[in-house]
């Protein structure tokens, strides 16, 4: 199995912490703070790494920000690509209120690119091979929403498979681009993506396998949260319940459910077993507090868990 790579373009510095109460003006005293290297395509090298596979994660990154995240991802040994750009990395953060239980997520803008960072990203991916491809995220400010459908064109130049896990304008863009390999949106990202409410499975199922039959993926799987997830593909749909445990932090629950499908997919495994090892990464991700994602040990155990039900 090749390298799977990874692209951010708008990666973060993802800090956590706790506190009792989360109030307005006064200060807010927290405890138990972590820092973790974070954004799509960087949570779901993290995963793949765990899990066992070999990973790059590629990345735009400036700034002292920059090499904040650049020392944090060799911390956790992660082989990484930084493409250079002026502005800043940006930080979020999420809290964890113990008297309720809540989780609240600060998530910031991020940077501004210019047209050359962009075509230095675009340049980057060209060269590296790879039989799978995970192009997650947010796009940054001034990238054009066609981005990842010119990612998905080098991908297939490259004879790679491209993943995607975006929303907005440029998951719709890409998709009506074509030629996606997988997507994974979530409930309400798909909702946006279609322009109407999908009330219960078979909705759901209709408007996925429509856009599989027009070509815009060969696979969709979305998640739904508690309700678990469902897949699209040529052989028909899937929908299977989540795993029932404790919910500790929904922090990368879904990068790690991509990072789990494309593990599975990379290693031979049937679209539908890749399917169930995505969802045992998700839930396995939402046993860890704050930004830590999930462990290989409670996915092999969920994944194991799926097969069986």
């Known amino acids: 199995m090749k390298t799977i790579v990874t692209l951010t373009l708008n990666p973060a510095i993802d800090g956590s912490s706790e506190a009792e109460t989360v109030r307005h003006t006064n200060k807010v005293r927290t405890s138990n703070e972590r820092y973790d290297p974070g954004g799509g395509g960087i949570n779901v090298a993290r995963v793949l790494g765990e899990l066992g596979a070999e990973a790059l994660a590629v990345y735009l990154a400036g700034g002292a920000?920059?090499?904040?995240?650049?020392?944090?991802?060799?911390?956790?040994?992660?082989?990484?690509?930084?493409?250079?750009?002026?502005?800043?990395t940006r930080i979020s953060h999420v809290v964890f209120e113990r008297s309720s239980g809540r989780e609240y997520r600060f998530v910031a803008e991020g940077p501004e690119l210019q047209e050359t960072e962009i075509a230095a990203c675009l340049d980057a991916i060209s060269k590296i091979d790879c039989d799978y491809l995970v192009a997650s995220g947010s796009l940054p400010r001034g990238t054009p929403d066609d981005f990842y459908?010119?990612?998905?064109?080098?991908?297939?130049?490259?004879g790679a498979k491209l993943?995607?896990?975006?929303?907005?304008?440029?998951?719709?863009?890409?998709?009506?681009?074509?030629?996606?390999?997988?997507?994974?949106?979530s409930h309400g990202e798909f909702e946006m993506l279609v322009g109407r409410e999908l009330d219960g499975f078979d909705a759901i199922g209709e408007a996925a396998q429509?856009?599989?039959?027009?070509?815009?993926?060969?696979?969709?799987?979305v998640t739904l949260g508690h309700h678990g997830?469902?897949?699209?593909?040529?052989?028909?749909?899937?929908?299977?319940?989540?795993?029932?445990?404790?919910?500790?932090?929904?922090v990368g629950a879904g990068d790690s459910f991509v990072a789990g499908m494309t593990f599975?997919?990379?290693?031979?495994?049937?679209?539908?077993?890749?399917?169930?090892m995505g969802m045992a990464a998700g839930t396995a991700a939402v046993l860890t507090p704050g930004t830590d994602l999930c462990k290989k040990a409670d996915v092999e155990r969920l994944f194991a868990e799926l097969k069986k039900s």
């Open 163 to 185: 993943v995607l896990d975006t929303s907005g304008k440029a998951l719709k863009a890409t998709l009506d681009h074509g030629g996606v390999h997988l997507v994974k949106p």
């Open 229 to 250: 997830a469902l897949l699209a593909s040529p052989e028909g749909l899937v929908h299977r319940d989540v795993p029932k445990v404790e919910v500790k932090s929904a």
């Open 149 to 158: 459908g010119r990612v998905v064109d080098i991908a297939a130049r490259n």
């Open 264 to 276: 599975g997919l990379a290693t031979g495994l049937s679209p539908e077993d890749a399917f169930l």
């Open 65 to 88: 920000t920059g090499d904040v995240l650049d020392a944090l991802l060799d911390e956790r040994g992660v082989a990484r690509r930084r493409i250079e750009i002026k502005d800043h």
């Open 210 to 221: 429509e856009l599989v039959a027009k070509g815009c993926a060969e696979m969709i799987a």
